[in-house]
């Protein structure tokens, strides 16, 4: 029996028009002018409503062939449900306004299997849009191959459960049909989201938020979670897919295939130069085969 999750976030975060969203999605991609590679298996993409981050994820959906993929795992992390585990959707498919995307039911009962998951109501699915922002980009990309879902919102993981997660999930990366989506944006900056963090050093605002960014970019790059979970200390950066990326990285380091993350594209919503402004930031990267 069919089990809907709607595209709820549909005409508020993006355009419900099924002609415009088409439009708007390839010519970002095409703006972007990037060669799609099988060699990349996986990317990193922001999440916010497309008027802000939209084009800065076309710099990650971009670098997809979908030729021989078959199954997409997304990972996103959980906003509003709380939760110190992983969760799996209850639904059967996915709805976009530009086509339907179907669970993979198979991968979502053998990881059932692994009691280490629970589950999540459709509502807290629905409510959520971490995963809701990937789908119509992969929908677009995928437009006319046979590809299914795995959707996994990850909750405010401890270290130790970021690394079980990864060493769980590390066996699908060897497999080339597996494709994975991580969502997450950067820098939450200002005092609505209780971080004003300024290193005068780097002069304006922007260039400091900007600076503390890359920093944590190029520790992403280096594929060493440990280091990842050390920076988040030091600066408490603000990265709302923090948990996500950090079981991503703890599967690439249990696969057996290496593979390589690359930042492509930075942006962010403003440029912050008082107190009184805030901004959130943008990063696109693809995780490709490192020969």
């Known amino acids: 029996m069919e089990k809907a999750r709607r595209a709820s976030h549909a005409g508020s975060w993006y355009t419900d028009n099924p002609r415009k969203l088409s439009e708007e999605l390839e010519g970002w991609l095409r703006e972007s002018g990037l060669t799609k590679s099988p060699d990349v298996r996986g990317v990193i993409a922001p999440h916010a409503g497309y008027s802000y981050s939209g084009r800065a994820a076309a710099y990650a ?4 062939d979908p030729t021989n993929i078959t199954r997409v795992f ?3 992390p959980s906003h509003h449900y709380y939760t110190p585990k992983c969760a799996l959707s209850t ?3 996915y709805k976009t306004p530009i086509g339907d995307l179907t669970i993979d039911l198979e991968v979502i009962e053998e990881l059932k299997a692994t009691g280490k998951f629970e589950l999540m109501d459709i509502r807290v699915d629905e409510a959520e849009h971490s995963m809701e922002m990937h789908l119509p980009y992969l929908a677009k990309v995928f437009e006319g191959h046979q590809v299914k879902v795995v959707p996994i919102l990850v909750g405010a993981l401890k270290a130790e459960s970021e690394a079980m997660y990864g060493q769980l999930l590390g066996k699908y990366v060897d497999d080339p049909q597996n494709f994975f989506s991580v969502s997450s944006d950067f820098c939450h900056w200002g005092s609505r989201f209780n971080y004003t963090h300024h290193d005068k050093k780097h002069g304006a605002i922007h260039k400091s938020i900007e600076a503390l960014d890359r920093m944590g970019m190029d520790i992403i790059e280096t594929g060493n979670p440990d280091a990842f979970k050390e920076y988040l200390l030091e600066f408490d950066n603000t990265i709302c897919g923090r948990h996500p990326i950090s079981v991503f990285l703890h599967m690439l380091k249990n696969c057996s295939t290496s593979i ?6 930075y942006e962010q919503s403003s440029q912050c130069r ?7 930031s943008y990063a696109s990267a693809a995780a490709k085969v490192d020969a």
């Open 61 to 64: 959906f971009g670098n997809i």
């Open 74 to 76: 997304l990972l996103g």
């Open 91 to 93: 639904a059967t498919v």
């Open 260 to 265: 390589k993350i690359n930042f492509l594209r």
């Open 274 to 280: 008082t107190m009184r402004d805030s901004s959130v």
